[in-house]
């Protein structure tokens, strides 16, 4: 049962706020049930507005004094996947080579791993260098959306990239006809619009549940499922509705994609030439892996949540972290090391210093 706090003698005006200010009028105040018949019109009330309060953000529970030395490392973590994907966005931006649908989608990748980058990093510094805890309800609504939407444009991504590599290998005549230019913007508005809209319902719920319990959340940055234990309501379609986005949107797209990949091998084993069977597997390797790398993460950080009841608090703060830094920063990794357009335009942006500085 929600307890609410009233003044229990006479009138609540501005002679009562200052006596109150001045100590001398605590032992008038209450704690009482909500609803009850105690309350009437003889008996005037005054309720608190803890919505109005902000959240605080958490960093490491009983690490405090250690909270500068474990920034070093995300800090190292986030300038590693902002200047890997932010090389990958120009590379596929200025090199002619890499104008085509495959690093189109790749380039996808590296816009949605920086704007997951950008939305957490503000608060996670703030809380471990500045101690910067609190956060207002429209900005810590607004970092969950983004989050959120951003994990299914992901998941989105990838499929679109599966769809990429199907059609690049089961009718690779047709393939610049299939994923002409503005197939690909089409697909992109698709991933995105898809995304957006299927958060939207539970982050807009957020705005008109009352929290009236502890205003601490459990990561430095927020989260739907942090915030709704907070909410003092009837929170079963925030419950609910999360459940099944993930089974018709990340489950379905991580089986359409394993079910393409199904078909690929299918048509490369067919494929007589050894090499060119190769070759096909090969241009298939670096999206397989940022695949893996995804999902592996995502089941790993379902898994805690939904079972590690009895696992320490730390674990899951450091599983949230590896779930938000991993793949952004493997990513770019994985491609530059597998993909050799990649590696080319890499070699011919670091070789144009070098040769104006011999010039």
């Known amino acids: 049962m929600n307890y609410y706090c009233c003044w229990k003698e006479g009138p609540f005006n501005i002679h009562t706020a200052y006596s109150i200010l001045k100590g001398q009028g605590l032992k008038n105040w209450i704690w009482m049930p909500y609803p009850t018949e105690i309350f009437s019109s003889t008996m005037p009330t005054m309720w608190l507005n803890t919505s109005s309060s902000p959240f605080l953000l958490t960093g490491f529970p009983g690490l405090e004094k250690t909270?500068?030395?474990?920034?070093?490392?995300?800090?190292?973590?986030?300038?590693?996947?902002?200047?890997?994907?932010?090389?990958?966005?120009?590379?596929?931006k200025d090199d002619h080579n890499l104008h085509e649908p495959m690093y189109y989608f790749l380039g996808m990748l590296a816009a949605t791993d920086l704007g997951v980058t950008l939305t957490t990093m503000p608060t996670v510094l703030g809380v471990l260098w500045l101690n910067h805890r609190e956060i207002g309800h429209a900005a810590c609504f607004s970092q969950a959306y983004f989050i959120h939407t951003l994990s299914i444009v992901e998941s989105g991504v990838l499929l679109a990239m599966a769809y990429d590599r199907f059609i690049a290998i089961r009718n690779p005549l047709r393939y610049t006809t299939i994923?002409?230019?503005?197939?690909?913007?089409?697909?992109?508005?698709?991933?995105?619009?898809?995304?957006s809209l299927s958060i939207m319902p539970i982050i807009i719920r957020l705005h008109w549940f009352p929290y009236c319990r502890s205003h601490v959340l459990s990561h430095a940055f927020c989260l739907h499922q942090d915030v709704i234990k907070l909410a003092c309501a009837d929170i079963t379609f925030n419950r609910l509705y999360p459940v099944v986005v993930v089974f018709a949107m990340?489950?379905?797209?991580?089986l359409i994609i394993f079910f393409s990949y199904v078909l690929i091998l299918k048509t490369v084993m067919g494929i007589a030439s050894t090499d060119e069977r190769a070759k096909a597997l090969n241009t298939c390797v670096s999206h397989i892996c940022c695949i893996l790398v995804f999902y592996v993460t995502v089941v790993g950080l379902t898994f805690i949540h939904r079972f590690g009841k009895h696992v320490p608090h730390v674990v899951h703060i450091t599983m949230s972290y590896i779930?938000?830094?991993?793949?952004?920063?493997?990513?770019?990794?994985?491609?530059?090391?597998?993909?050799?357009?990649?590696?080319?335009?890499?070699?011919?942006?670091?070789?144009?210093?070098c040769s104006r500085t011999r010039l």
């Open 323 to 353: 779930y938000f830094l991993f793949p952004p920063f493997m990513n770019p990794v994985i491609y530059s090391i597998k993909t050799r357009q990649i590696q080319s335009g890499l070699l011919r942006l670091f070789s144009l210093p």
């Open 250 to 254: 990340v489950l379905l797209d991580f």
């Open 67 to 92: 909270h500068h030395l474990i920034s070093l490392p995300l800090l190292m973590a986030y300038i590693s996947i902002l200047l890997g994907n932010g090389t990958l966005l120009f590379l596929i």
């Open 179 to 195: 994923l002409t230019d503005t197939r690909v913007i089409q697909i992109a508005v698709g991933v995105f619009i898809r995304a």
